[in-house]
């Protein structure tokens, strides 16, 4: 039987190329060898997550795009369709819960919780140096989520973390809680598989 299938393709050679960077250059640029760039423009070869977050962050387009997964390099195309999705998703949550059709009852309420959330997300992403794959990964989970409680817990949250940092900055009792919160967060392991 013949090996005749096609080898994914990723566009790190369309968006290298884009940049008028030869494989020796943008091995210099990103701290790859030119045989590895050569053997991943190929699809012989697959890079680590850590390469993909490197590329990614390195050409400023998310992961799934520079994969060939995804079709586009716009973050804010991604957040409208993340907003379009969560809201799918909530709206089918609400007219469960609620035990009514009414489009425009949970339109109401399913648009309420998703600005909210998106408009949170948005600040916290746009003021924190954040990867592009780690975006690509919140826009993943966030997609994920239907419980509208859940959103609004983390609405609440992340707020009150904001306003904690804000308030530690002169009060040591809110400095205290705020590092309390910190060790939480930085003591979980993440993992890749979702």
Not at 112 to 137: C, H, P, Q, S, W
């Given at each position: 039987?013949s090996?005749?299938?096609?080898?994914?393709?990723?566009?790190?050679a369309?968006?290298?190329?884009?940049?008028?960077?030869?494989?020796?250059q943008?091995?210099?640029?990103t701290g790859l060898?030119?045989?590895?760039?050569?053997l991943y423009e190929?699809g012989?070869?697959?890079?680590?997550?850590?390469?993909?977050?490197k590329?990614?962050?390195?050409?400023?387009?998310?992961?799934?795009?520079?994969?060939?997964?995804?079709?586009?390099?716009?973050?804010e195309q991604?957040?409208?369709?993340?907003k379009n999705?969560?809201?799918k998703?909530?709206?089918?949550?609400?007219?469960?819960?609620?035990?009514?059709?009414n489009?425009?009852?949970?339109?109401?309420?399913?648009?309420?919780?998703?600005?909210?959330f998106?408009?949170?997300f948005?600040?916290?992403?746009?003021?924190v140096?954040?990867?592009t794959?780690?975006k690509?990964?919140?826009?993943?989970?966030?997609?994920?989520?239907n419980?509208?409680?859940?959103?609004?817990?983390?609405?609440?949250?992340?707020?009150?973390?904001?306003?904690?940092?804000?308030e530690?900055?002169q009060?040591?009792?809110?400095?205290?809680?705020?590092n309390?919160?910190?060790?939480?967060?930085?003591?979980?392991?993440?993992?890749?598989?979702?």
């Amino acid at each position: 039987m013949s090996e005749n299938k096609k080898l994914p393709q990723n566009r790190i050679a369309k968006l290298r190329k884009e940049k008028n960077l030869s494989q020796a250059q943008l091995a210099k640029e990103t701290g790859l060898t030119r045989q590895a760039i050569s053997l991943y423009e190929i699809g012989k070869r697959e890079p680590k997550l850590e390469t993909w977050f490197k590329l990614s962050d390195f050409f400023d387009v998310p992961v799934s795009y520079l994969q060939g997964i995804g079709n586009s390099r716009d973050y804010e195309q991604n957040i409208n369709s993340f907003k379009n999705d969560l809201y799918k998703s909530i709206s089918d949550n609400l007219k469960k819960q609620l035990g009514t059709n009414n489009e425009q009852l949970t339109y109401t309420f399913a648009s309420i919780f998703v600005e909210r959330f998106v408009n949170i997300f948005d600040v916290a992403i746009k003021n924190v140096d954040m990867g592009t794959y780690l975006k690509d990964r919140y826009v993943s989970l966030a997609k994920k989520m239907n419980n509208y409680n859940k959103i609004n817990g983390i609405n609440a949250m992340v707020t009150r973390g904001i306003m904690l940092a804000l308030e530690g900055e002169q009060d040591p009792v809110a400095e205290k809680k705020f590092n309390e919160v910190m060790k939480i967060i930085y003591s979980y392991h993440f993992s890749d598989d979702e």
